[in-house]
């Protein structure tokens, strides 16, 4: 059973995309006192505290819609309920990502080295979830053909 509704696939995709910036949300602001000139991995935009609330909010929705279409599609037989090993390791992308803004945009003193682990670690990070996410997929379409 194969997601064959466009508005299906692009929610997910959607869903799959806010857990970015709904991690960075969750994780809140890495403030902390480093005096008037601090260091920064990458300069993040300044943003008032309602423009962080607004985009935690949106991606809350977003993320929470997708999730409840999932399951929804998983319920009703439109998705196998395997497709949820194919998702989950592309959303962990995705909230590593939202971590890693949230690492490397903090103010720091001198150099920022969580922002730098966490660049040196995303590259092996994200091809062993793809890694993970095609394997499982591939098992999946291999075993719905012998079946």
């Avoid at 959607?14 to 008037?36: E, H, I, K, M, Y």
């Amino acid at each position: 059973m194969a997601a064959r509704s466009p508005t299906l696939i692009a929610t997910l995709a959607s869903g799959v995309l806010a857990v970015a910036p709904l991690t960075w949300w969750f994780g809140g602001r890495l403030n902390q006192d480093v005096g008037s000139d601090p260091d920064y991995l990458w300069q993040p935009p300044a943003l008032s505290a309602h423009a962080e609330l607004g985009i935690g909010l949106v991606s809350l929705g977003v993320a929470a819609t997708a999730l409840s279409a999932l399951l929804w599609a998983v319920r009703t037989g439109r998705l196998h309920p395997e497709v949820l090993r194919v998702l989950a390791p592309i959303a962990a992308i995705s909230a590593y990502a939202g971590a890693l803004y949230s690492v490397a945009t903090a103010p720091v003193i001198g150099a920022n080295i969580g922002g730098g682990m966490m660049l040196i670690a995303g590259p092996p990070f994200v091809l062993a979830m793809l890694r993970i996410s095609a394997t499982t997929a591939r098992r999946q379409a291999r075993t719905r053909r012998l079946s």
